[in-house]
């Protein structure tokens, strides 16, 4: 039973283009959701966050939505760059952080 | 300052024989993880502990897995009577509570065991 959920395993996308990786959760207790980058052979680093109070975080290229009403939540990179090709990890916690699956992410010249 | 660290890096093993996997958390961090990716999958949700609370266990797949976290700090995941399919990348991650910001978790490089 899986209450994080990245439907989309891979992603293509045209570098300068919008890259948009899509996340849907389960459980309406969440108050906290993550977005983790993975390059291989290395540990996930943090990328951005957002609180269930709001909306929308933005960072730079990366900004991330939330639709709690959906429970899907979004993260938006634009423009995509060479060094964005990676695994995107969605996570969500409560009181512990669970992950989704993962989407890899590919940013083609 | 120092990130989190694991060790060993990879650890090969053969069949049947007990593995011990280390965590070093970030200094101050009182909630500490436990994932394993398997090839081609994503992050699997092994253990957790916060704090001086008893570790949420959920995610142990088998009694043969287990963990301790000593002082608050150091982490040890132990893997009895190893399975080929306990193969997998262990990876640690530790954070400074869980709420809100402090859910941000810091992963260490990993451990990738291989069960022969």
């Known amino acids: 039973d899986q209450q994080v959920k990245q439907n989309s395993p891979s992603l293509s996308v045209q570098e300068g283009r919008i890259s948009i990786l899509n996340c849907d959760y389960t459980?309406?207790?969440?108050?906290?959701f993550l977005w983790y980058k993975k390059y291989p052979a290395e540990g996930p680093t943090f990328l951005i966050s957002?609180?269930?109070?709001?909306d929308k975080n933005e960072d730079g290229r990366f900004t991330v939505f939330l639709n709690k009403s959906a429970k899907h939540l979004s993260l938006h990179i634009v423009p995509s760059q060479p060094g964005d090709s990676a695994v995107y990890f969605c996570?969500?916690?409560?009181?512990?952080?669970?992950f989704g699956k993962g989407t890899r992410l590919h940013i083609l010249p | 300052g120092a990130g989190v660290s694991q060790s060993p890096s990879n650890k090969v093993t053969e069949k049947g024989k007990d593995v011990e996997l280390r965590c070093d958390p970030i200094?101050?961090?009182?909630?500490l993880y436990w994932y394993r990716q398997s090839l081609g999958q994503g992050l699997e949700f092994l253990i957790y502990?916060?704090?001086?609370?008893?570790?949420?266990k959920s995610g142990l797949p088998s009694d043969r897995f287990s963990a301790e976290r000593t002082g608050g700090s150091v982490s040890t995941l132990t893997i009895q009577r190893t399975q080929q399919e306990d193969s997998a990348v262990y990876l640690c991650?530790?954070?400074?509570?869980?709420?809100?910001?402090?859910?941000?978790?810091?992963f260490g490089p990993g451990t990738r065991l291989t069960v022969t």
């Open positions: 991650a530790s954070s400074l509570g869980h709420s809100g910001a402090a859910y941000e978790q810091y």
């Open positions: 459980n309406s207790m969440f108050d906290y």
């Open positions: 957002i609180s269930s109070i709001k």
């Open positions: 996570a969500a916690g409560d009181d512990k952080i669970i």
């Open positions: 200094s101050g961090h009182t909630a």
């Open positions: 502990f916060q704090g001086n609370s008893a570790p949420d």
